[in-house]
């Protein structure tokens, strides 16, 4: 029988670096796991894309792509396929003055457009041709949500006007899906005499997220602020996404279900021809929201499906300009004046675009409407402020 031992194996000197790389989650699992080890790591970061400040950092971005497309043998770009590129870079990054400098992204664009170029360079018609395609293969999802919107499964109003009644922005992000993109969502407000509660109606069937239920008490807090009373108004509203039946978060909709509540409150239509996207703080003034080119893409598409009537539009926060970076379709229409988009800086700036009516101020304005319907309710007998039974109740005691 043979036994085998363990083989002795001296110590050797050994000199090395050890080069962790890995997103902030997997970092903080290191530290917990070797703090020691973490506490003698040096810690840095790589710069994903690159803040395009002059010209010099735009001339450092264009060598940067030349180099990608040199170290993947990928055909390089003529002189006036780089807006396009450009603008597709904003798009990615989310910003017009941000570009990305992943080589993976870079690459990705480049091969896909080799195929129609066959002289080493990319042309504009070539890389517009391109990204055109990839939105067909890419756009299955967003085709067949819109033809629900276009066969009225969904509803969503492009025309017209109604009292508490707002087209929001949403924007959808199947897992496994390329590319997230936005549709129209119906927001509606209804309001009746009661107590001063304020119904979200996705919180209460625990549909609402809470970021979202942030927004809703800010944009009450708002209103509560501005109407100043001395008493509980004598109001009650319910406000709600319709035809929704997922969880909705995230705060992009509180100034159009603010917008929704004040023509409720006032009795006064909105333009359905509208749409908006943007939250609001308790001060009323318009915040930057994302996915603000999806947004209105998603919106742009149902109105041109109908029909493009000069009346359509979008609001978005001002903030939010220098994200912008939309498809050909859009710019076309905007130019042509078919097609609009408002940039606004406080709900005061909205409402008027609406409503027709502003918000405060000389004349007839939304919140001397609510003071007067206000006070008139408050002038009506306290018998018709409650239900039934209790009425009931009341004339059974007096008598």
Same mark, same amino acid.
């Given at each position: 029988?043979?036994?085998?031992?363990?083989?002795?194996? +001296?110590?050797?000197?050994?000199?090395?670096?050890?080069?962790?790389?890995?997103?902030?989650?997997?970092?903080?699992?290191?530290?917990?796991?070797? +703090?020691?080890?973490?506490?003698?790591?040096?810690?840095?970061?790589?710069?994903?894309?690159?803040?395009?400040?002059?010209?010099?950092?735009?001339?450092?971005?264009?060598?940067?792509?030349?180099?990608?497309?040199?170290?993947?043998?990928?055909?390089?770009?003529?002189?006036?396929?780089?807006?396009?590129?450009?603008?597709?870079?904003?798009?990615?990054?989310?910003?017009?003055?941000?570009?990305?400098?992943?080589?993976?992204?870079?690459?990705?664009?480049?091969?896909?457009?080799?195929?129609?170029?066959?002289?080493?360079?990319?042309?504009?018609?070539?890389?517009?041709?391109?990204?055109?395609?990839?939105?067909?293969?890419?756009?299955?999802?967003?085709?067949?949500?819109?033809?629900?919107?276009?066969?009225?499964?969904?509803?969503?109003?492009?025309?017209?006007?109604?009292?508490?009644?707002?087209?929001?922005?949403?924007?959808?992000?199947?897992?496994?899906?390329?590319?997230?993109?936005?549709?129209?969502?119906?927001?509606?407000?209804?309001?009746?005499?009661?107590?001063?509660?304020?119904?979200?109606?996705?919180?209460?069937?625990?549909?609402?997220?809470?970021?979202?239920?942030?927004?809703?008490?800010?944009?009450?807090?708002?209103?509560?602020?501005?109407?100043?009373?001395?008493?509980?108004?004598?109001?009650?509203?319910?406000?709600?996404?319709?035809?929704?039946?997922?969880?909705?978060? &995230?705060?992009?909709?509180?100034?159009?279900?603010?917008?929704?509540?004040?023509?409720?409150?006032?009795?006064?239509?909105?333009?359905?021809?509208?749409?908006?996207? &943007?939250?609001?703080?308790?001060?009323?003034?318009?915040?930057?929201? &994302?996915?603000?080119?999806?947004?209105?893409?998603?919106?742009?598409?149902?109105?041109?499906?109908?029909?493009?009537?000069?009346?359509?539009?979008?609001?978005?926060?001002?903030?939010?300009?220098?994200?912008?970076?939309?498809?050909?379709?859009?710019?076309?229409?905007?130019?042509?004046?078919?097609?609009?988009?408002?940039?606004?800086?406080?709900?005061?700036?909205?409402?008027?675009?609406?409503?027709?009516?502003?918000?405060?101020?000389?004349?007839?304005?939304?919140?001397?409407?609510?003071?007067?319907?206000?006070?008139?309710?408050?002038?009506?007998?306290?018998?018709?402020?409650?239900?039934?039974?209790?009425?009931?109740?009341?004339?059974?005691?007096?008598?």
């Amino acid at each position: 029988m043979h036994v085998r031992y363990p083989v002795s194996i +001296p110590s050797m000197p050994l000199t090395l670096k050890v080069v962790l790389m890995g997103d902030r989650d997997s970092l903080a699992d290191f530290e917990e796991m070797e +703090p020691e080890l973490a506490e003698t790591s040096l810690y840095s970061e790589f710069e994903d894309n690159l803040q395009i400040s002059d010209e010099e950092t735009l001339k450092q971005w264009c060598q940067w792509v030349w180099n990608v497309a040199r170290e993947k043998s990928l055909p390089g770009l003529a002189a006036d396929a780089w807006p396009l590129l450009m603008q597709e870079g904003a798009r990615d990054s989310g910003d017009q003055e941000i570009m990305p400098l992943c080589p993976l992204w870079i690459a990705r664009q480049l091969r896909e457009a080799a195929p129609f170029t066959d002289n080493g360079i990319i042309n504009a018609e070539q890389l517009k041709t391109m990204l055109e395609q990839r939105q067909w293969r890419e756009g299955f999802l967003a085709e067949r949500m819109q033809d629900e919107i276009l066969l009225e499964q969904i509803l969503i109003e492009t025309e017209g006007e109604c009292i508490g009644q707002i087209n929001a922005l949403s924007v959808i992000d199947f897992p496994g899906h390329p590319r997230p993109f936005g549709e129209p969502s119906r927001i509606t407000c209804v309001v009746h005499i009661g107590d001063g509660e304020f119904t979200d109606v996705e919180r209460k069937a625990e549909l609402g997220g809470n970021i979202h239920a942030k927004g809703m008490m800010l944009m009450q807090a708002f209103l509560m602020a501005e109407l100043d009373l001395e008493q509980q108004l004598p109001f009650s509203a319910s406000l709600t996404f319709e035809q929704s039946y997922s969880e909705v978060d &995230g705060d992009s909709a509180s100034m159009a279900e603010l917008c929704a509540l004040i023509s409720a409150l006032a009795n006064v239509p909105i333009n359905q021809s509208i749409a908006m996207t &943007g939250s609001v703080d308790q001060f009323g003034r318009a915040q930057p929201v &994302g996915g603000l080119n999806e947004k209105i893409e998603g919106f742009f598409a149902i109105c041109a499906q109908r029909g493009l009537s000069g009346s359509q539009g979008v609001i978005i926060p001002s903030s939010n300009v220098r994200h912008l970076s939309l498809s050909t379709e859009v710019q076309e229409a905007v130019e042509a004046g078919t097609f609009s988009i408002w940039a606004i800086d406080d709900v005061s700036d909205a409402l008027p675009l609406l409503t027709q009516l502003n918000w405060d101020g000389e004349g007839q304005t939304l919140l001397q409407t609510i003071q007067e319907r206000i006070a008139q309710a408050t002038q009506q007998e306290p018998r018709h402020r409650y239900p039934w039974p209790l009425r009931w109740l009341n004339r059974a005691q007096s008598n």
